[in-house]
């Protein structure tokens, strides 16, 4: 059997759920927290909520579900080379990134400027609010009731005025301990899913060329590699035997210095991972290396002037549909109206849309001749 180091999240450890709950047969409790997501609501929306391009733009472009899906997929490579937990790393990324709004960081942005002065918006704070609140499915307890150790991978960062109010799971923020090895690995995973599919998906729409990339070490290495092999290959090809490199590349370099710091550490449990240095991390040369591809694509690809207009476009949505529904809550679904904190439901309303959805209430409200 696959034997664990010492210094993983055991789910016989796990520091257990909010609600009691009976034992699941075949299968641990971080496998049941897994299926829990998957099956919630939440999850089935990101497949209709995107990253960087709106969801009807292209059928090809990823969405937040395949872009949680790939998460998963490098964590769990990851976390299997490490001996640690890959069913807990497994659920943390399928459920990273539940809380995310419609149009990606654009709307999240939109949401947050919306909110100021009522809470703020924060899409890790969210994920959490989906997970312990807003899923209605069971008879015996709001949220999904996972367990501590899924919980806190959820919350990646989070101010201290924050980490106040979240108890337990708040208080590595403000002891500035870290959460377990399996929560590190997903941040990492995370950036490097992105970081490439956004190169894939930028060539893909056209909006960056590969002249352009070839400017960024990090790419030219790899697709001059892969031309001297393959000399001629097509484009599509070619792009693919290049970022497949670049994750290869990454994942293997995240794997061997956290190999290294560990050898260094010598942590033998848990414990001792939350109190030392973060030990997941890529070597410095490759960190600098992600950190050029990101300014690239923060420059040429996040701000180019096509996905500009649709940040902006999302933010007048989002805006416009929180002062409708703020100024009238007659006018939100009766579930979603508040004595209490009517703000924090107007953003759970929204938060929780789609973007084709958003875009519909949009128009049932804006639009004259549309109900
Ligand atoms: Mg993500």
Not at 68 to 84: D, K, N, P, T, W
Not at 179 to 190: H, R
Not at 244 to 254: E, G, K, S, T, W
Not at 260 to 279: C, F, M, N, T, Y
């Amino acid at each position: 059997m696959f034997k664990l180091a010492p210094y993983a999240v055991a789910s016989e450890n796990s520091r257990g759920r909010r609600f009691a709950d009976d034992a699941p047969s075949h299968r641990n409790e971080f496998q049941r927290d897994r299926d829990r997501i998957v099956h919630s609501t939440a999850f089935r929306r990101l497949e209709y909520k995107t990253q960087v391009f709106v969801n009807h733009e292209g059928d090809l472009f990823r969405t937040r579900l395949t872009h949680s899906l790939e998460v998963a997929q490098i964590a769990r490579g990851i976390a299997r080379a490490l001996c640690l937990n890959e069913d807990l790393v497994e659920a943390i990324s399928l459920a990273h990134d539940l809380g995310h709004t419609p149009f990606g960081h654009a709307g999240q942005d939109a949401l947050n400027e919306c909110m100021q002065n009522k809470g703020g918006f924060e899409h890790n704070l969210q994920s959490l609010r989906i997970v312990d609140q807003l899923e209605e499915r069971y008879a015996s307890f709001d949220g999904l009731n996972l367990c501590f150790e899924t919980r806190e991978g959820i919350i990646k960062h989070c101010s201290r005025e924050n980490a106040l109010k979240l108890g337990e799971l708040g208080e590595r923020f403000i002891q500035r301990t870290q959460a377990s090895l399996e929560a590190q690995i997903c941040n990492s995973a995370d950036e490097i899913a992105y970081n490439n599919h956004d190169v894939d998906d930028g060539l893909r729409s056209g909006l960056i060329t590969l002249e352009q990339l070839e400017q960024v070490e990090s790419f030219s290495r790899y697709i001059t590699a892969v031309r001297q092999i393959y000399p001629g290959l097509t484009e599509r090809r070619l792009v693919h035997e290049t970022i497949r490199r670049m994750i290869n590349a990454l994942v293997c370099d995240l794997i061997e210095t956290t190999v290294g710091h560990i050898a260094r550490v010598k942590p033998e449990s848990l414990d001792d991972v939350r109190q030392s240095a973060p030990l997941v991390q890529f070597s410095d040369k490759l960190g600098e290396a992600q950190r050029e591809m990101k300014r690239f694509l923060h420059k040429n690809l996040y701000h180019h002037f096509q996905v500009l207009r649709m940040t902006s476009k999302a933010q007048r949505i989002i805006g416009d549909l929180f002062s409708a529904f703020l100024d009238d809550p007659r006018l939100l679904p009766p579930q979603f109206q508040s004595e209490e904190n009517q703000a924090r439901r107007v953003a759970d309303y929204i938060a929780g849309m789609t973007d084709r959805y958003a875009m519909k209430e949009h128009r049932r409200l804006f639009a004259v001749g549309e109900i």
